[in-house]
C-alpha cells in the first residue's frame, strides 16, 4: 500500500498534543470551534433530504454498501441527519486506518459521536500516547492467569444458566443469551454476588447501552432514552464508588478487583475514577459484541445440524465436566465455527474514524475532518478473497485452506491495530465454555420455515425476530 498523500494539516495542530494527553477541555475547545469537512466532491449522493441514507444503514447496510461499491468503487460519501462521512471499502483500506502510521486517524473524535458521554474516558476513545500507556496498563488484566480465575467464575454459571432455559419449544435465544451474559457480566467483571444487586445493575447497564442509539442525545428530555442512560450510569457509578476502596484491600478474580491492584511502569495505581470508567467500558464492549457472536453461532448451528454433532463429538474427546484454560485451543471446530460466525455476521460491521489530516486514498482527496468508515462486514464477503462467500464453511479458515490469510486486514471481526480487540482471547474462551455445556447436553435446532437469519446491524449485529430457536435435552 503506497502511503497516503499529506496535503494540508488542520489549522489547530495542537490537537494531537490534546489527544495524545488526553486534555479533554482542550479537546472540546477544538470540537466547538472546528467545522466539520465538506464531502461534496467525493463520489456518491447524499440520499434523501433530511433522512439521507439513514433507512439504508438501518435496513440492510450491507446491500447499500455493495450497491453503493458497484456504482462508485471504494470511496463514497454517505450522509444521516446527525453526520456525514466517506466510507473506504476493503483491506487496504482498513490497513490505512487501523494502523494509522501517520497519526491521521482519532478514535476520540469519532467514537464520541456515539458515546457521548455515557461512557466517558473509555479505552476506545483514546489516541496515540495516552491510549498506549492506558492500553499497556489494562491489558495485564486479560493474560492467562486472569482469564483462568474468570473460567473459575464462570464455568458453573454458564452451565446453570442454560440449564435453566426452557426445553422442548421454540424460545427468543437471544435474549435468553442477552441475560445468561449479562448475569455472567455482574459476578466475572464486577464481583456481585447478591442476586438482586445483579439485577439492579443489569437494569442501569441495559439503560446505559440503549442511550447510545438515542439519535438525539437530549439529557433535558428527561424520558428520553439518553437521560435514562445518565441515570442508568450513575447507579453504577455509585456501585463503583462504594466498591472500590473494598476491592482495593482485598485480592479476587473478578476484573474490577483485578483493575484495582494494576499498576503502571512507575508502579502507580489507577485512580477510583479511572478503574470506574474502565470497568464500565469493558462491560459494555464485552456484552453486546458477544451476544451478538453467539447469536450467530446458535443460528449457524441450529441450521447445520451435522456440523452440530461434529462439535459435540469434539467435546465429548475432552472427557471432563468444565472447560480448563488448556482445553480451548483443543476445540477446532469449534474455533472455526467461531471464526465463521464473526465473518459471515460480524458484530461491528462498520467502525468510525475521524481525520486530523488532509490524504488521498485512490485518487481521492479525503479532507481534514472528516469521518471516516471501514467495514468489516464488506471486507469479509469480497469475493476476492473469499470463496462463495455465502456459505456457511468454516473449514475455509483451516491451516490447509487458510483464505483469511491472503491480506493481513481482510478478517477483521475485533479490528486492527493499536485499538483491536482487548477482550478478543477472552470472548474466544466465554464462547467456547458456553457451547461446552450447550452441546454436550442440548441440541439446538430452528423451524424448517426459518430458512435465514434475519439481522440489523445498526448498532449492532442482532437478529430481529429474538432468534426463535429450541432446545432439546440430550
Ligand atoms: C465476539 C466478541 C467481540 C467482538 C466481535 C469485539 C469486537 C471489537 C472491535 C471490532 C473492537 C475495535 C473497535 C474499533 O477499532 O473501532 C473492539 C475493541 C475493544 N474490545 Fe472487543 N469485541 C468482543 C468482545 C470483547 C470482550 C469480551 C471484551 C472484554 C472483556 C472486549 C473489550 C474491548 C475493548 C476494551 C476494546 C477497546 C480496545 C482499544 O481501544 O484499545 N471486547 N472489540
Known amino acids: 500500500m503506497g502511503s497516503p498523500a499529506h496535503t494540508q494539516r488542520s489549522d489547530t495542530p495542537d490537537v494531537y498534543t490534546a489527544l495524545s494527553t488526553y486534555d479533554k477541555p482542550a479537546i472540546r475547545r477544538y470540537q466547538k470551534h472546528t467545522r466539520m469537512a465538506d464531502l461534496s466532491h467525493l463520489p456518491g449522493t447524499w440520499g434523501v433530504p433530511f433522512l439521507g441514507h439513514l433507512f439504508w444503514l438501518l435496513k440492510d447496510v450491507h446491500g ?10 471504494p470511496v463514497f460519501r454517505a450522509r444521516t441527519p446527525r453526520l456525514d462521512s466517506v466510507f473506504l471499502l476493503g483491506p487496504e483500506a482498513n490497513q490505512l486506518v487501523f494502523q494509522n502510521e501517520q497519526g491521521i486517524f482519532s478514535n476520540f473524535l469519532a467514537w464520541d459521536q456515539v458515546f457521548a458521554t455515557l461512557f466517558d474516558n473509555n479505552l476506545l476513545e483514546r489516541d ?4 498506549k500507556a492506558n492500553r499497556r496498563i489494562l491489558q495485564s488484566a486479560f493474560k492467562r492467569p486472569a482469564i483462568e480465575g474468570h473460567m473459575q467464575l464462570m464455568n458453573p454459571m454458564l452451565r446453570d444458566g442454560i440449564f435453566s432455559w426452557q426445553t422442548g419449544r421454540t424460545i427468543k435465544a437471544m435474549d435468553h443469551v442477552k441475560t445468561l451474559l449479562l448475569n455472567t457480566g455482574a459476578r466475572v467483571f464486577l464481583g456481585t454476588e447478591a442476586a438482586h444487586e445483579s439485577d439492579t445493575l443489569n437494569r442501569a447497564f441495559t439503560s446505559v447501552v440503549a442511550a447510545t442509539a438515542d439519535p438525539f442525545k437530549r439529557k433535558e428530555i428527561w424520558f428520553s432514552p439518553y437521560a435514562r442512560g445518565l441515570k442508568g450510569r450513575q ?22 478487583s483485578q483493575f484495582c491492584h494494576l499498576r503502571d511502569d512507575a508502579g502507580e495505581l489507577f485512580s477510583d475514577e479511572e478503574i470506574r470508567d ?13 451476544t451478538s457472536a453467539l447469536s450467530a453461532i446458535l443460528y449457524t448451528l441450529a441450521t447445520n445440524q451435522a456440523w452440530q454433532d461434529e462439535l459435540r463429538a469434539e467435546m465429548h474427546e475432552l472427557n471432563k465436566d468444565e472447560l480448563e484454560f488448556d482445553d480451548v485451543p483443543r476445540l477446532k471446530k469449534t474455533g472455526l465455527t467461531l471464526k465463521e460466525a464473526l465473518r459471515m455476521y460480524p458484530a461491528l460491521p462498520v467502525m468510525p474514524r475521524y481525520t486530523l489530516e488532509e490524504f488521498e486514498f485512490k485518487g481521492h482527496r479525503i479532507p481534514a475532518n472528516a469521518i471516516v468508515t471501514v467495514s468489516s462486514l464488506f471486507t469479509h464477503y469480497m469475493p476476492e478473497y473469499w470463496t462463495d462467500p455465502r456459505t456457511f464453511d468454516p473449514y475455509r479458515f ?18 486492527g491495530g493499536a485499538h483491536k480487540c482487548l477482550g478478543m482471547h477472552f470472548s474466544e474462551v466465554q464462547s467456547k465454555m458456553f457451547l461446552f455445556h450447550l452441546l454436550k447436553n442440548f441440541r439446538v435446532s430452528k423451524d424448517p420455515a426459518m430458512t435465514r437469519y ?4 445498526v448498532p449492532l449485529t442482532f437478529p430481529t425476530d429474538g432468534l426463535p430457536l429450541r432446545f432439546d435435552r440430550l
Not at 64 to 73: N, T
Not at 128 to 131: C, E, S
Open 398 to 415: 483451516s491451516p490447509e485452506r487458510a483464505e483469511e490469510k491472503q491480506d493481513f486486514f481482510q478478517y477483521i471481526p475485533f479490528g
Open 235 to 256: 447507579i453504577l457509578n455509585d456501585y463503583m464508588t462504594d466498591n472500590i476502596p473494598r476491592r482495593r484491600n482485598q485480592p479476587g478474580h473478578d476484573l474490577l
Open 128 to 131: 496515540f500516547a495516552d491510549h
Open 454 to 457: 434475519r439481522y440489523n446491524n
Open 278 to 290: 474502565h470497568i464500565v467500558f469493558v462491560l459494555f464492549a464485552a456484552h453486546d459484541t458477544t
Open 64 to 73: 447499500w454498501m455493495d450497491r453503493q461499491y458497484q456504482q462508485y468503487g
